[in-house]
């Protein structure tokens, strides 16, 4: 086969690729997407939106940044996903603390066995994510429009009409689609009426940034590990203490799991809180200074389906759970990830309706492994002496390679692997592992390749990269001397970094 043949032969297989489809066309309306909620999901989704050139607002209820430091986690998983994107340096330049472990059920578990360039925890508050994905977003032209409730909206078969209330009185913009990341009590997943089943739980907790005068002892000074972080104080009840980079000040959290009071809602009294510490800790311990308190539930609820015409659900507005294993905010961002470049190409006409189906097909399996992982974690609470045995001996099957490997996975998100069609090879919905690969210019870094927000096709032989190029602009080619795969010529990413198509030598 001359090499004419061989090309015309690659260009027909990545026809079947389908990366590029026809256009759509919807003219006339105020914008392409309408994001509701400016946390760190909104915020990253409208990123990603705006990196592909769709027309995006963000509406957020609130007048203004609150600040409060609320998550303070990055997964590894999330941070390559912000590596990806070339946002990771910004976050740890924000951070004030590099966990080498994570948990399950506060019993430690290390990233141990997991290809990952990063095997650790970044220690940020949620307040400083927000700020730097603002300002990412803002650098690409979109503000965010603050002090703006949806009240609610319609759609039909073409847009959806979001009505709106700033302090000048109620507003309409329409759009092409409407994305409710507007957290648990979610006013886009109450207005689609769609079902939001789960369990209302038991129990619920206390999370307060706190100032002490004299820190209890036992305390860690840096955070370094998630060992000691936490321990049941009862059979039911629990505490924890977290240093939050500022001498004295720390992250104290308590609760009950198996009793809360009448007004879940009720504010978090700064008497409350020194009451708590006093009653874990003694009077040795005195607080000077309660910055942020809140309460929260160990409800645990996902929405049946993520999407409904042309409104979507991500992040708390798709699904809630008590906050074992600091997963939460880590798995918005990553239903971001997912959603974010799908949207933008059935928006901007790169691939058809299908495309964005599933998003809902691959993230929600995930989010329900997560509310079926923390349960397992609440069940884990030492209530009597079968569950405190049951939990002695869970903590010793932890010290197992192959199960410490299986929890960190699973709570790290790098253990996700989205399902493929066709062949089995092994690198199909797997993610990136971003170690260095071989190019005749010398090593090169693939996370690299992403940041635009382009299929990234990694190939040993130039006939791909002239194949490719014929079919999508969204495309980055790299010529790499091998691959880590046996009879392997060509691997593709999607945009969000997982394997998505290889190609086995043609000759």
Not at 39 to 58: I, Q, R, S, W
Not at 246 to 275: C, I, K, N
Not at 294 to 323: C, E, T, W
Request: hydrophobic share 40%; aromatic share 8%; net charge negative.
């Amino acid at each position: 086969m001359n090499r004419l043949d061989n090309l015309t032969m690659l260009r027909a297989r990545w026809a079947r690729v389908n990366l590029t489809l026809l256009r759509s066309g919807m003219n006339n309306l105020g914008t392409d997407v309408i994001v509701a909620g400016a946390g760190p999901t909104g915020l990253m989704l409208a990123n990603e939106l705006a990196l592909a050139g769709v027309d995006v607002v963000v509406l957020e209820r609130l007048p203004q940044r609150t600040g409060l430091s609320k998550a303070l986690n990055l997964q590894p998983r999330t941070a390559e996903i912000l590596e990806l994107r070339g946002l990771l340096a910004g976050a740890e330049a924000r951070s004030y603390a590099t966990v080498g472990d994570g948990h399950f059920a506060m019993i430690p578990v290390t990233y141990d066995g997991w290809d990952t360039r990063f095997p650790f925890q970044l220690g940020i508050p949620q307040a400083e994510i927000e700020s730097h994905l603002e300002e990412r977003l803002a650098t690409q032209g979109t503000k965010v429009m603050r002090d703006s409730e949806v009240i609610d909206f319609v759609q039909d078969k073409d847009s959806v009409t979001v009505r709106y209330r700033t302090d000048g009185g109620e507003n309409r913009l329409r759009a092409k689609f409407l994305v409710g990341c507007d957290g648990s009590r979610s006013v886009v997943r109450k207005g689609l009426e769609v079902d939001f089943p789960g369990v209302d739980g038991d129990g619920y907790g206390v999370v307060a940034d706190v100032l002490f005068d004299k820190v209890p002892d036992g305390a860690q000074k840096q955070w370094r590990t998630m060992r000691n972080i936490g321990q049941p104080t009862g059979a039911t009840t629990f505490k924890g203490l977290i240093p939050l980079g500022e001498p004295g000040l720390y992250r104290f959290t308590y609760g009950d799991r198996a009793s809360r009071p009448a007004d879940m809602r009720s504010t978090v009294s700064p008497d409350e809180v020194r009451q708590a510490v006093l009653d874990s800790y003694g009077e040795s311990s005195t607080v000077t200074e309660v910055r942020w308190a809140s309460r929260f539930s160990d409800a645990a609820r996902q929405a049946a389906h993520y999407r409904a015409g042309r409104v979507l659900l991500a992040g708390d507005a798709a699904h809630i759970h008590f906050p074992a294993g600091g997963q939460g905010l880590n798995l918005g961002v990553q239903d971001a990830m997912n959603l974010g470049w799908k949207l933008a190409a059935t928006v901007r006409g790169w691939a058809g309706d299908d495309l964005l189906d599933t998003y809902e097909a691959e993230r929600h399996p995930v989010g329900a492994q997560v509310l079926h992982n923390v349960a397992a974690q609440l069940g884990l609470t030492p209530r009597t002496h079968e569950t405190r045995a049951l939990r002695d001996f869970f903590a010793d099957l932890v010290e197992l390679p192959e199960v410490n490997r299986h929890l960190a996975g699973m709570v790290s998100g790098l253990g996700i692997r989205y399902t493929t069609y066709g062949t089995s090879h092994p690198a199909l919905g797997s993610r990136l592992t971003d170690q260095d690969v071989a190019t005749e210019g010398g090593p090169l870094r693939p996370s690299s390749l992403f940041h635009e927000g382009h299929f990234v096709l990694l190939t040993t032989t130039p006939d791909h990269i002239d194949a490719a190029r014929a079919l999508s602009t969204r495309l980055t080619t790299q010529l790499v001397t091998e691959l880590p795969w046996p009879s392997t010529e060509a691997v593709l990413y999607r945009p969000d970094g997982y394997a998505c198509w290889t190609a086995a030598p043609t000759r």
